[in-house]
């Protein structure tokens, strides 16, 4: 598993929530075009990241990221992703970006050192490496190791979040920000419900590896801001608390229930709080025993089982996994062959048992070969040619078909094959 990077990554999250490179905690209740990130401070802007958000019958969303990595431009929205302006078909990798889509996350890895990860919905993630330090600059902050300063801390004076985040408003100023002021009500009892679920039996491994008095707070601002006579509102915040405690090195455990921020699953799927980002399928039944990155929530296969990407069946136990052979797919048990070999379906694999076959050698106009594998080939020669050799002992091997080759006598371009000489044990045999 790849060391925890708590310190390298910024996120915003549900209501309005971010988290610096620096692990500052605000919130910022508008719905302008930001610069989230950007590489303002070094001789060349690798990157640029903005963001907005949306928010549609009281529910807070990421309507649209804008980000231009070393010169390629992304756009997600819509749950649509475009690169250059041109609709992207997953997985995609080109020009130092790569781009892939799980159950639950869209990944995008740049070889200039950044990953982000976007849920679609109200989750979005950077992660920077280390040599960006002291370079950025946006809402995430300047990446210098030190909370507050110089992100709400400058030349003395203390910044609210609206001042901070008006610095980094990408829009015109004829935009007027619509401010959604928080109406506290019996923040006493709503802080004890926020409390007792990040402090349950779920996040033990968690409380020493994230702030869990920022998240609290934020769940409250949360519970207050709810229009709802439920507790879906927490849903998002207690979600990015399990997301950081994982990414931080932690084992978060199943908090959500059908009545508390549920999940339903396709197929015979399951949810999880942390499972492996690496599936394993029928054609890689052991790939998350290779995986590296840090464990995510979403929907998994059941253990014991994988999920069939032959057929897109949802999950299988292994003998039950289906196999490909030129595009076609094939069920357990069913066989395909050629003259040599027969190949049968088992366990997602090809298990295939040699045959005995002719192999067939052929020379043809003098120039054009066929080898006993079926590879051809054409050749021009005037000389004579070993053509095939024999296996004699396990020390010896000798040739067994001669072939001569000479320019044809009405052109000076090809070739004719005018004997071939058969070299037997007893006897030499030529034909001319």
Same mark, same amino acid.
């Given at each position: 598993?790849?060391?925890?990077h ?14 610096t490179?620096d692990?500052? *905690? ?14 303002? %401070?070094?001789? *060349? ?24 990595l070393?010169?390629?431009i992304?756009e997600?929205?819509?749950n649509?992703i ?5 609709l ?10 790569s ?5 639950? *996350?869209?990944k ?11 849920n ?8 920077l490496?280390? %040599? ?9 902050g ?8 110089d992100?709400?801390i ?13 610095a980094?408003k990408?829009d015109g ?9 928080v ?11 926020c ?8 996040f033990?491994?968690c409380?020493?590896?994230i702030?869990?008095?920022s998240?609290i707070?934020a ?8 229009n ?10 207690i979600?990015?608390y ?5 990414h931080?090195?932690?084992?978060p455990?199943?908090? %959500? ?5 549920g ?13 492996s980002?690496?599936t ?9 025993q ?6 995510v ?7 014991g089982?994988?999920?069939d990407?032959?057929?897109q ?10 196999c ?5 797919? *094939? ?21 295939c ?5 002719p ?7 003098g ?24 296996k004699?002992?396990y020390?010896e091997?000798r040739p ?5 080759l000479v320019?044809c ?7 004719c ?7 037997l044990?007893?006897q030499?045999v030529?034909?001319?």
């Amino acid at each position: 598993m790849r060391p925890s990077h708590d310190n390298q990554f910024c996120s915003t999250w549900g209501n309005y929530h971010f988290k610096t490179f620096d692990g500052d *905690y605000f919130q910022l209740p508008f719905t302008c075009n930001y610069v989230f990130a950007s590489q303002c %401070k070094g001789s *060349y802007e690798n990157f640029n990241i903005q963001l907005r958000r949306q928010e549609i019958n009281g529910v807070v969303t990421i309507k649209k990221v804008t980000m231009r990595l070393e010169g390629v431009i992304v756009e997600l929205a819509d749950n649509a992703i475009k690169v250059n302006e041109k609709l992207a078909t997953l997985p995609f990798s080109q020009a130092g970006i790569s781009i892939k889509k799980t159950q639950s *996350y869209v990944k995008i890895e740049a070889k200039l050192g950044l990953v982000i990860m976007w849920n679609q919905q109200d989750s979005f993630w950077v992660e920077l490496d280390a %040599k960006f330090k002291n370079e950025t600059c946006g809402l995430c902050g300047d990446f210098n190791g030190v909370p507050i300063y110089d992100e709400f801390i400058q030349a003395g004076y203390f910044l609210i979040p609206e001042e901070y985040g008006t610095a980094w408003k990408v829009d015109g100023t004829t935009e007027k920000l619509q401010f959604k002021y928080v109406m506290y009500s019996d923040p006493q009892n709503r802080a004890v419900l926020c409390e007792r679920l990040l402090s349950g039996p779920a996040f033990l491994s968690c409380q020493n590896l994230i702030d869990t008095d920022s998240f609290i707070r934020a769940c409250v601002q949360d519970q207050c801001n709810c229009n709802s006579s439920s507790n879906s509102c927490l849903c998002s915040t207690i979600s990015e608390y399990s997301r950081q405690c994982a990414h931080a090195g932690g084992t978060p455990g199943q908090w %959500k229930t059908p009545e508390l921020c549920g999940k339903t699953c396709p197929s015979n799927m399951e949810y999880k709080e942390c499972g492996s980002p690496c599936t394993d399928t029928c054609s890689n039944p052991q790939r998350s025993q290779m995986c590296e990155d840090h464990c995510v929530d979403g929907c998994f296969c059941p253990s014991g089982t994988v999920f069939d990407d032959i057929t897109q069946s949802g999950c299988v136990a292994v003998d039950q996994c289906s196999c490909l052979h030129n595009r076609k797919p *094939y069920k357990p048990g069913e066989s395909h062959s050629n003259a040599c070999q027969k190949c049968t379906c088992t366990n997602g694999q090809w298990s295939c048992m040699e045959m005995d076959c002719p192999g067939i050698c052929s020379i043809r106009g003098g120039s054009h070969f066929s080898t006993y594998d079926g590879k051809t080939f054409t050749f021009h020669g005037d000389c004579n040619f070993v053509l095939s050799k024999v296996k004699v002992n396990y020390m010896e091997i000798r040739p067994f078909v001669l072939g001569d080759l000479v320019k044809c006598e009405k052109s000076d371009t090809s070739s004719c094959l005018t004997a071939v000489t058969l070299l037997l044990p007893q006897q030499k045999v030529t034909l001319q």
